[in-house]
C-alpha cells in the first residue's frame, strides 16, 4: 500500500503536527492534574482550619506509643477529614490515625504495604541523622500560632534529611497554605 501526501501536509509537518497536539495534551493533562492537587490541598486546608482541632505536632506525639513518626498529615477520606501518622516499629511500618477533635488514637495501628511501606521506610532512613524529632521540626519550621500543619514528609537529600511542612494559613482562600522545604531536621 502506498501512501501520498498532497496539499500543504507532508508528512514531516503531519508528524510534527501530531507529536505537537500530543505535548500539548500531555501538558494539559499535568496541568489538569496540579489543578486537582491544588483544589483538594484547598479543601483539605479548609476543612483544617474549620474542624482540626488536635495540632499536627500533637498527633505526632501521641503516635509516639506506637512507634517513631516518620510522617504526619491530614487528609479527607470519603469527604470526613481524617488525622494520620506514619511509624516505624519493630514489625514494619504501620499507620495511626488520630480523632482530630480529641487527640486520640483510633484503633491499632495498620501495617502500610506497597507505596506507602517504601516511602515510610525511606523517612525512616532519612530520620536517622536528624537531630530534632518530626513534632520538634514541625514547631521550629510553623511561622505563627494560628497557622495549623497539615502534612510533614521527610525524604534524603545531599546525605541530610529534607523535610516539607505544608501548613494551613488562616484567612482567605488565596493563598490558602504555605509550604517550608528544607533542612529544617537538623
Known sequence: ???????????????????????????????????????HLLEVRNAVLKEGKVALEKAIKTAEKSGKPVAASYDLKDGKLRLSVWVATPGGPAEVVIDHKSGKVVGTP?????ADAAA???????????????????????PDKKSKGISVTVATADGRPKGTLVYAVPGPTSGAWSMSVGYFLD
Do not use: F, H, N
Request: net charge positive.
Open 110 to 114: 495498620a501495617p502500610l504495604t506497597g
Open 120 to 142: 515510610a521506610k525511606a523517612a525512616e532512613t532519612a530520620l536517622a541523622t536528624a537531630k530534632l524529632s518530626l513534632a520538634d521540626a514541625v514547631l521550629k519550621e510553623k
Open 1 to 39: 500500500m502506498k501512501i501520498s501526501m498532497r496539499g500543504p501536509w507532508s508528512c514531516r509537518s503531519l508528524l510534527a503536527a501530531v507529536g505537537a497536539v500530543g505535548l500539548l495534551v500531555a501538558v494539559a493533562g499535568s496541568a489538569a492534574a496540579e489543578d486537582l492537587e491544588r483544589a
